[in-house]
T-cell receptor
């Protein structure tokens, strides 16, 4: 499968724990995006990378959130000290260059108890 | 007011009906996407367009840049078309997608 993959697909954690999600983009894509989607809403932008550089971060990305793309390939999104309000679907997408079609992964559904 | 508005929010149709979902936006854009999301979360890109009209099978997407409006049409709808349809715009000065809240479509046999 050469599409965007995300792991894990589901994560249940207790409030206060740290969680980390991984996204593997389509191999030749140099742009990678993270979005968050809460129930009944459309996705919201969190951050994006061009190669290994994080070029934009949303105000939604509080200091408990950090994203990396160390080698310009896969990316990780870490949430520290999770809160119940962090419960959402975290979506990753990749594209070849600005303005081109974004391809989405299946998402990681986070539930914070 | 959201930058991307969709209507209707919910739509129930009978199999075979012609369906139209509308999207209006208030920002300058370089492209507009129509996306499909099935229960369970996976998002599939249906169209990306910046002008005119595109057709793929039973799906047709149109955009009017001057009026800042796009429509997604489904001809001869089928129960397998049941999903959430999301309009998203790529802002002219940014690299991020701005999403509408989606239209939940249910096609009954």
């Amino acid at each position: 499968d050469t599409g965007v993959s995300q792991n894990p697909r589901h994560k249940i954690t207790k409030r206060g724990q740290n969680v980390t999600f991984r996204c593997d983009p389509i191999s030749e894509h140099n742009r990678l995006y993270w979005y968050r989607q809460t129930l009944g809403q459309g996705p919201e932008f969190l951050t994006y990378f061009q190669n290994e550089a994080q070029l934009e971060k949303s105000r939604l990305l509080s200091d408990r959130f950090s994203a990396e793309r160390p080698k310009g390939s896969f990316s990780t999104l870490e949430i520290q000290r999770t809160e119940q309000g962090d419960s959402a679907m975290y979506l990753c997408a990749s594209s070849f260059y600005r303005g081109n079609e974004q391809f989405f992964g299946p998402g990681t559904r986070l539930t914070v108890l | 007011k959201n930058e991307v508005e969709q209507s209707p929010q919910n739509l129930t149709a009978q199999e075979g009906e012609f369906i139209t979902i509308n999207c209006s936006y208030s920002v300058g854009i370089s492209a507009l996407h129509w996306l499909q999301q099935h229960p369970g979360g996976g998002i599939v890109s249906l169209f990306m367009l910046s002008s005119g009209k595109k057709k793929h099978g039973r799906l047709i997407a149109t955009i009017n840049i001057q009026e800042k409006h796009s429509s997604l049409h489904i001809t001869a709808s089928h129960p397998r078309d049941s999903a959430v349809y999301i309009c998203a715009v790529l802002g002219g000065a940014t690299n991020k997608l701005i999403f509408g809240t989606g239209t939940l479509l249910a096609v009954q046999p």
